[in-house]
């Protein structure tokens, strides 16, 4: 059982930057791979970026490659998104995921954050 809790999420105007955090409570992201995903109102979740914890693997969607990195900090068993060049299309609520499997993180993942809201005005 992995709990999460995302953060980070604010209003920020376009070409602006913001970095959301996905802490695990009560134990580590060591075996799992850790994904965010995200929902925009009227639409379907679509993922966002993945990373393998234990190897350090990373993977994006094409629609945030350059503008997005997804990285973690060992010390604080937190994985960060940096979204760098923002754009009103990336509104949406962000959320964190977790599996143990690295294939479907990036489809179906487990384990889920309560979300966190971006906002981007133009």
């Known amino acids: 059982q992995v709990q999460l809790v995302d953060s980070g999420g604010g209003l920020v105007q376009a070409g602006g930057s913001l970095r959301l955090s996905c802490a695990a409570l009560?134990?580590?992201?060591?075996?799992?791979?850790v994904g965010w995903f995200r929902q925009a109102p009227g639409k379907e979740r679509e993922f966002v970026a993945a990373f393998n914890w234990n190897v350090g693997s990373t993977y994006y969607a094409d629609f945030v490659k350059g503008r997005f990195t997804i990285s973690r900090d060992n010390a604080k068993n937190t994985v960060y998104l940096q979204m760098n060049s923002l754009k009103p299309e990336d509104t949406a609520v962000y959320y964190c995921?977790?599996?143990?499997?690295?294939?479907?993180?990036?489809?179906?993942?487990?384990?889920w954050g309560q979300g966190t809201q971006v906002t981007v005005s133009s």
């Open positions: 995921a977790a599996d143990p499997y690295w294939r479907r993180v990036t489809i179906n993942p487990t384990y």
């Open positions: 009560g134990r580590t992201f060591s075996n799992y791979a």
